[in-house]
Every structure is written in C-alpha cells, then in structure tokens.
C-alpha cells in the first residue's frame, strides 16, 4: 500500500506534471478547443493556487499521484456546503495505476476531514471518469445532484457521511 503525506513544496510542480498526465486522457473526449483550459486549471489546482492541502501518494520513494484536500472554508466554492470538506483533482498517471494510490489518497482525504470534525466529504467526477466513479461508490460515496457542465461533460456531486462510521 502507498504512503500518503503532504507534499513537499519542490513536489507541487511533479505533482501539476502528473496531474496534466493523468487528466490527458479525457482530451480526446473533449471538444476543440476545451482541453488547454482543463490543462491549465488541473494544473493551478495541483499547484494550490486556489487553496488546500496537497497530498502525495508514494511507492519506495517514487510519486505515484496527488490530490488536493479542502477543509470547510479553505477554498472559495460554490458546488459544496460551507461545512462540507472536499477533495480535488484525484490524479494517478495510468502507468502507476492499479497500485492503490488513488484509494490512499481518497482515505486520507477522509482521514484529515475527520480529524478537523467534519460530518459531510465530498467530491465532483464527470462520466468520462469511469474508474474514479467506480472507486468512490466502492468506498460508499452517494450521488447527490448532477451539476452543470464543466469542460462539456455531465458533472456530478457525491458525498460521504462520516459520522455514520
């Protein structure tokens, strides 16, 4: 199993690198034109440009993938409660997939939101994000509403009560 700590600050660009690597993989499913601003705002998250916490997954010293956690009012957002933590920018490259990096990451999501006293974590994925979605509703994450588009995929919101375990 990886080992998940918070980035070091000569790791948030790797970690931007990866994200860009991992999130390439939607390109071909975009529209012209749309993927250079999914690039870049991956990319400013992955780099906390707009607030969080950046977490790192590793494997004998070597980054696997990244996430961006947000306790309640870290990031200014409009698609989650105020008392909601949240994630973003869950990015594994596919070459380092299929080593449970992603499910560390997303369980030390859960593990800093339950430590800052938050019953509610949340996250948005879109339906070209098969595998995500299927790691979330695995680890008992429900759908709470679709949200509008975003980079001209369908856009969803799902949480998972932490209070109740």
């Known amino acids: 199993m990886p080992v998940v700590r ?7 660009e790797i970690a931007a690198s990866m994200t860009v690597e991992a999130f ?9 034109g749309l993927w ?11 780099q906390l440009r707009n607030g969080g916490e950046l977490l790192v997954a590793l494997e004998e010293g070597a980054l696997l993938g990244s996430v961006v956690y947000c306790a309640p009012g870290a990031m200014k957002q409009d698609r989650f409660p105020e008392d909601w933590a949240f994630m973003r920018v869950l990015a594994v490259p596919p070459r380092n997939r299929r080593r449970g990096a992603a499910r560390a990451l997303v369980e030390a999501c859960l593990g800093l939101a339950r430590s800052d006293g938050v019953e509610t974590f949340g996250l ?5 994000m098969t595998e995500a979605r299927a790691l979330y509703e695995e680890m008992g994450f ?12 369908r856009y969803w919101i799902y949480s998972l009560n932490l ?3």
Request: proline fraction near 9%; aromatic fraction near 8%.
């Open 6 to 12: 918070h980035a070091l600050l000569e790791e948030y």
């Open 24 to 32: 390439r993989q939607f390109e071909p499913l975009m529209a012209p």
């Open 36 to 46: 250079p601003e999914m690039e870049k705002s991956v990319s400013a998250t992955a």
């Open 124 to 128: 948005h994925t879109n339906e070209a």
């Open 142 to 153: 429900g759908l709470v509403r679709e949200i509008p588009r975003i980079y001209g995929f």
């Open 163 to 165: 209070s109740s375990g």
